[in-house]
């Protein structure tokens, strides 16, 4: 079973540039979550969605950062304008539902801002 | 609301050597727990999950954990450490649809 694919692997920007990540989840698998993990720290749920539609973006910063998934499957995450503070490995992980399932983690894309 | 507190955020044992990685969670209902770990470079890979039953539960390569609801305690062990183990670890918690809430990590190294 193929895992969870992102792209890029590493990222590096200047500041008030924009930039985008991209995931694809294991086949058929409903919910997806975007993850930011600040070096030292622990993964910060950014957005959770299930099939399409977005279940949780409380912790999403709305003012530069934005998410899709379209028809249920693939998703994006955007920084714009990125901040030096954004500089973290972002880390995409599907799973087949939610709570007590198993969350299924890729490698994630680790985005320096300079 | 739902919080982890990892204790440690570096533990160093030598091979051979018992491992305990302590975890205490906060969660107003009853709660599912995980242990993630991850390799360099690498993403979050499940090690075992608590969810109803047994209390204590086995995972993969050898580790282990016990669920104490009255200590809202979920520490991991494994009772020879390799140098393999070397790699950080994340407890979390979730509860009922709620996401997953991690904890700070603890960085596990194991000396020859």
């Known amino acids: 079973e193929a895992g969870v694919a992102q792209s890029p692997r590493y990222k590096i920007i200047e500041k008030r540039q924009s930039v985008a990540f991209w995931c694809n989840p294991i086949?058929?698998?409903?919910?997806l979550y975007w993850y930011q993990q600040i070096l030292g720290q622990g993964p910060k749920l950014l957005i959770q969605f299930q099939n399409n539609g977005v279940v949780d973006d409380s912790q999403l910063p709305k003012d530069r950062f934005s998410a899709e998934r379209l028809k249920g499957v693939d998703s994006t995450l955007k920084i714009q304008p990125a901040k030096l503070e954004d500089s973290a490995v972002y880390l995409c992980a599907s799973s087949p539902g939610t709570g007590n399932t198993e969350a299924f983690f890729g490698q994630g894309t680790r985005l320096t801002v300079v | 609301a739902q919080s982890v507190t990892q204790l440690g955020s570096h533990v160093s044992v030598s091979e051979g050597a018992l491992v305990l990685l302590r975890c205490n969670y906060s969660?107003?209902?009853?709660?599912?727990l995980f242990w993630y770990v991850q390799y360099p470079n690498q993403g979050l890979q499940l090690l075992l999950k608590y969810t109803t039953g047994a209390t204590l539960v086995k995972g993969i390569n050898g580790f282990e954990a016990e669920f104490k609801k009255s200590e809202t305690s979920f520490h991991l062990t494994k009772p020879s450490a390799h140098m393999s183990d070397a790699a950080e670890y994340f407890c979390a918690v979730s509860s009922g649809y709620s996401t997953l809430t991690f904890g700070k990590g603890t960085m596990l190294l194991v000396s020859p």
């Open positions: 969660s107003s209902v009853p709660p599912y």
């Open positions: 086949s058929g698998h409903a919910t």
